[in-house]
């Protein structure tokens, strides 16, 4: 069973997807389920990846990436999920941010800090939720004030992929305080992590994702040059809003390859399991929900390849993406669903992809902005 067939991809994306599934069937698949039961990073894989090309290449070329669009990133991107969320998490957060200093830093800052991730010298974290305020982006507290030629950081960031292993974080913090022009009130700084007075902790163990790492990171005093302020102050909530309509597609692939995952482990399960004396998948209930299953994938398929377009050509960009990544990973949350009800009892074990699966589509529901978020922004934006 092929779900994730290439047809729908452009033409342009299709070599380097079939690069993404050699590199997942050989280095992801097989490792999984260890990585998922000790909750290590796994620094060789990201290591592989990097090695293979297909880690931090949405970096132009001119700044040593492979620049991969849009589509080609998506493709990349329902490959390696399939194959592993939590090991695909890390493998894509090596870059996280890294896109808003390509397209609105400057020529300093890209040859500074991107050109080391594109090279698999360094890797990168964005610091934007804190432990008090997630969804309300106009409602952080962590603040930058300019002293001199220098910003002063001061606040807590939560959740932050890489906040303990990156070699520098975009950080989101309040630099002004127009309560007529709320969104006006952000900007975005690149802050190394050896800064002085950068603390950063893991926080505790998921039951999902558990091959990827998120920390708790306090800013006490924290200077980092003007230099490092990211486009202008000011700019922050709209730099990061461009960002997250990218982020979402890739967030829609998540959702497809996690989906992907349990329609094929549901599928072979019910083709193998037998009761009342004949396999399960024979019962035309089974087969049914199979269908229902395979269903709503395609539907979430089409329409995050159509969003992915409609993206790339800037077409109303938000609408899009929150339409697709809502629909593609509540798909994954019900298919997974179903696919555990399909297993029987055996869908508990800690050992089964299944349940691996079960777990891991709770998280893109939430992360890139919760889903009733994203209804938000689908009624907001409708055409
Ligand atoms: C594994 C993981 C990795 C993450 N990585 C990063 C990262 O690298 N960088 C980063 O900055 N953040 C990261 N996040 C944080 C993520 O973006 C937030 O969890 C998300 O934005 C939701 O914020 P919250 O968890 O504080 O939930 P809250 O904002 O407290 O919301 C809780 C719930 O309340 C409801 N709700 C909230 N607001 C509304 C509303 N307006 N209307 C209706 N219902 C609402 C929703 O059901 C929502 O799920 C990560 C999260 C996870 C789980």
Redesign the pocket.
């Known amino acids: 069973m092929d779900l994730l067939e290439e047809t729908i991809v452009p033409e342009h994306a299709r070599d380097v997807k079939a690069e993404a599934r050699e590199f997942a069937s050989e280095h992801i698949e097989p490792n999984a389920q260890e990585y998922f039961q000790s909750g290590e990073y796994p620094e060789e894989i990201l290591e592989a990846g990097r090695e293979a090309n297909l880690v931090a290449q949405d970096i132009p070329e001119e700044l040593g990436g492979r620049g991969f669009d849009l589509p080609q990133l998506l493709a990349i991107t329902e490959e390696f999920y399939r194959a592993d969320a939590g090991i695909a998490l890390t493998l894509q957060?090596a870059s996280?941010g890294c896109e808003i200093t390509y397209s609105h830093g400057t020529d300093e800052q890209c040859e500074e800090y991107i050109r080391p991730v594109a090279e698999g010298e360094q890797r990168s974290?964005?610091?934007?939720?804190e432990p008090d305020?997630?969804?309300?982006l106009a409602g952080m507290e962590t603040t930058a004030e300019k002293e001199g030629d220098e910003y002063v950081i001061n606040g807590e960031?939560y959740?932050?992929?890489n906040g303990v292993e990156a070699d520098w974080i975009t950080l989101y913090a309040r630099t002004g305080d127009d309560e007529d022009n709320p969104y006006g009130n952000y900007s975005l700084f690149i802050v190394p992590t050896d800064t002085d007075g950068y603390e950063a902790e893991h926080i505790p163990e998921?039951m999902a994702?558990r091959a990827?790492k998120?920390a708790h990171i306090e800013l006490e005093n924290c200077r980092v040059p003007e230099a490092n302020l990211i486009g202008e102050e000011g700019d922050g909530f709209w730099l990061l809003a461009d960002f997250f309509n990218h982020g979402r597609i890739a967030v829609s692939g998540h959702g497809l390859g996690l989906a992907a995952a349990a329609i094929e482990e549901a599928w072979e399960f019910v083709h193998d399991r037998e009761q009342f004396g004949r396999r399960i998948g024979d019962f035309q209930a089974v087969q049914h929900g199979l269908a229902d299953m395979l269903m709503a994938f395609e539907r979430a398929r089409a329409l995050t390849w159509r969003a992915c377009e409609k993206v790339e050509n800037g077409e109303n960009q938000g609408y899009w993406a929150a339409l697709s990544k809502t629909n593609a990973t509540e798909t994954a949350v019900e298919v997974a669903e179903r696919g555990m009800q399909f297993h029987g009892g055996r869908s508990i074990f800690d050992e089964r992809r299944i349940a691996r699966v079960y777990r891991d589509v709770r998280?893109p529901v939430?992360?890139?902005?919760?889903n009733?978020?994203q209804r938000?922004l689908i009624y907001g934006q409708a055409p």
């Open positions: 957060l996280f974290g964005l610091a934007v939720s305020t997630g969804s309300d960031k959740w932050i992929g998921k994702m990827s998120q998280i939430i992360y890139e902005g919760a009733e978020i938000n």
